[in-house]
């Protein structure tokens, strides 16, 4: 009788010493960060804002396309055709179609400078009347309050409204009337609206600079030759600002297209898309490099929170092998405590 059950007490306590089989770890699970949201930044320019036609034709064809959209002047035009869903090819039929007269509306009563109302009903025409805050992608018109010289970002509202207002180049245009507030061009102060599409939630701003850059002056004795040439230095030094905080910078050849040469428009267009072309390898290598270090960084958490949760677990059933009478059974990861 002493031999088998001598025997089986050894047998019990050598189970009662053995480690529980530790249960496999978990097949790592493949951790990526959203993709990143690109945004496009569309300055002002006049007649030369139809290279913002060509630069996002040539982005939508090698796969960059950007979800959040933001424009001055010129660049608010486009920048409302395009976020309220047209593709590059409509708004180039729109452009081509485009007659000076449907945007036109002079005023003799105040001096001979256009009114903006035609370009008021024709970009609210072209988006269908939708507002602001109903495009397809988020879009930001930068406009400057004549009262104070702030910058005014309308995401809200009547979308042509605000493209009018961001449009109405001093001394061409009549100032744009908003509830009690009145309103000239945007480029008055955010000549390329970097940081409203960063406002918008961009994490990768491409800027689009068709701003015309001082080169010297025919004649320093004109009066009007001094004054254009001075604005377009100050325009020139505070764009520079803004755009040092884009991630990448396309600039169309188009500095001598004239502000109202629209024959031009085909060469402008042609001239966004060269210039988008020479600028994708940097800027898919720049996106590629931002998106890996969110992949990395969104790993690195994950696995911090599986670690974490790890340990909880291991707490909480150690927590339940205390005391004497379990202490030959407790797991091998709870035998340190």
């Known amino acids: 009788m002493r031999t088998p059950f001598a025997a089986v007490l050894a047998s019990l306590l050598l189970a009662a010493c053995a480690s529980a089989p530790e249960a496999p770890p978990p097949a790592p699970v493949a951790v990526t960060a959203p993709p990143i949201k690109v945004g496009i930044a ?3 320019g006049a007649a030369k804002g139809f290279a913002h036609i060509g630069v996002i034709k040539m982005l ?9 959209v933001s424009g001055t002047s010129a ?13 590059a090819y ?15 509306d002079v005023s003799l009563f105040s001096g001979g400078v256009v009114k903006g109302q035609k370009l008021q009903d024709y970009v ?3 988006v269908g009347n939708r507002r602001l805050e109903n495009m397809k992608k988020p879009l930001a018109v930068v406009a400057t309050n ?16 605000a493209v009018r207002a961001s449009s109405s180049i001093p001394g061409v245009f009549e100032a744009a009337t908003i ?6 061009d945007g480029g008055v102060v955010s000549p390329v609206p970097v940081d409203a599409a960063r406002e918008l939630g961009a994490d990768f701003v491409i800027a689009v600079d068709i701003s015309s850059k001082a080169r010297g002056i025919a004649d320093a004795s004109s009066m009007l030759g001094n004054l254009g040439q001075s604005i377009t230095i100050m325009g020139q030094k505070l764009g520079a600002q803004e755009l040092a905080r884009a991630d990448a910078v396309i600039r169309p050849n188009v500095n001598d297209i004239g502000a109202a040469d629209f024959e031009q428009k085909n060469r402008a267009i042609l001239e966004g898309e060269r210039a988008a072309q020479a600028a994708l390898p940097q800027i898919r290598a720049q ?3 931002l998106q890996a270090t969110r992949d990395a960084q969104a790993r690195a958490t994950a696995d911090a929170e599986a670690a974490r949760q790890r340990e909880a677990e291991r707490q909480q059933r150690c927590a339940g092998q205390q005391g004497w009478t379990r202490t030959l059974t407790r797991d091998a990861d709870c035998r340190a405590d």
Do not use: C, W
């Not at 660049?75 to 593709?87: C, H, K």
């Open 42 to 44: 569309l300055g002002g």
């Open 60 to 68: 939508e064809a090698n796969g960059i396309k950007p979800v959040v």
């Open 75 to 87: 660049g608010s035009v486009v920048g409302a055709l395009y976020a309220s869903g047209m593709d």
């Open 90 to 104: 409509a708004m180039q039929e729109k452009a081509f179609a485009l007659d000076e007269s449907r945007i036109r």
């Open 124 to 126: 609210n025409e072209l």
């Open 146 to 161: 004549l009262a104070d010289g702030e910058r005014t970002v309308f995401v809200r509202g009547n979308t042509g409204q």
């Open 179 to 184: 509830g009690t507030a009145h309103y000239v």
């Open 287 to 289: 996106i590629a490099k």
